[in-house]
């Protein structure tokens, strides 16, 4: 018999802790490897996280509701085979690369609670103290990174901490690295083209989480209540995604452009080819592939619409990266995103999208694969809808939504003159950052996008 540790595993860059919010199991049930143990939720993602080994649930050592740091144990299985000898500290070489690559300053590994292995051990040879004048207590992957940027021990003391407790992250620390060096343009993407007016972007602290997810209610209205009327406190997830709209409506101006699309062909095609792909692929062909497809060459003929602001410089990517917006079924919204759709054809579009919905609706997403985006697609046609004003997806600069598709009479010019004929037709709209995207560009991008879906290939294959 052998005791086999539940460890919360890297989550992602930028993440250093996670909170248990449902146990999918209790303590004696016997799992299988790879079954679902637990729910967990960070500031990005809900996911489940899975046993590595079949065995007997022994413990449960995390409450629901805590918020728990990467690498903490969270459970123990008791198995019937031994354990590999490396099992515990496979997990802290794991922590120690994640950290090691997930920023343009990190340099050591922070040693975790309850965790002895020397890969994570300070070594003590530092010249910084454990501690700042204030009080602040400096973990020693800070001090290593700040003796590295030869930071004074003020400066560090000066560093506004983003967890309840004031302790300054690795994150807080790489922010305020990354704002002093913007003079110099250090630790950008290697790819991304920047333009820069020449005037240096200032420092702002990240705020605490807690106040993060609390701002949108402090500017409170009088409201009031009848008898009768039920009060419902936001959960986590309201309360993170009403942060980011707000966020969303203080930073950027939004304009939204509309353009009727004639997609007549485009639909006569999909109703030719779903049967047949369907028994072939067992892929459902819906049309937000295409739409990601019209928009992702867009892009390549617009790069100036898939960027994003950073203080005064305008950081234009490389990647075209497209998020589509999936409503789950509690209410909540998640945008997973297609890395690199421009490269993809039309069915690796169509698989990608599918596996990400699914995936996205069972919450089983990565937290790699709800960031990096740089352009949106919503799809406001799934509930019936004409049109709507969607609101851009930080820190991109435009969001395309997609209307439903009705049959209209319009007005066809022919040869022989007018006629009125019934045609299917949608009615797309574009949010755009009025910083960086004027009128023009906001209505030759959605021109564009128009144009590719009009002209679909009523005979290609798939």
Known sequence: MANIEIVLPAMGEGIIEATITRWLVTEGDHIEEDQPVVEIATDKVDSELPSPVS????KILAAEGTSIQIGTPIAIIETETEPGKTDPEDVNREVERIQETSGPHASASEKLPGRESPLLQDTGQGKLPHHTPSGKFITPLVRNIAEKENLTLQ??????GSIDSGRITRNDL????EVRDSQTLKARPEHDEIISSGKPSGYEPEKPIADKVSEPLQQKTATLTSEGDRVIGMDRVRKLIAEHMVTSKRVSPHVTSFIDAD???LVHWREAVKKQFFERENQKITFTPVFMEAVARSLRDYPMVNVSVDGSNIIVKKNVNIGIAVAL???????????????KNLIGLVKAVNDLANRARNKQLNPSEISGGTFTITNFGTFGNTTGTPIINQPEVAILG???IKKRPVVIETEKG???????IMTLSLSYDHRVVDGALGGMFLERVTRYLENFDINRDI
């Open 402 to 404: 997609a209307g439903v």
């Open 263 to 265: 997609v007549t062909e």
């Open 418 to 424: 007018d006629v009125i004929a019934i045609r299917h």
């Open 174 to 177: 790489v922010r305020y690295l």
């Open 329 to 343: 079924p509690e209410g909540s919204l998640v945008v997973p995103v297609i890395k690199n759709a421009d490269e």
């Open 155 to 160: 400066e560090l003391d000066n560093i506004p």
């Open 55 to 58: 065995g007997v649930v022994s």
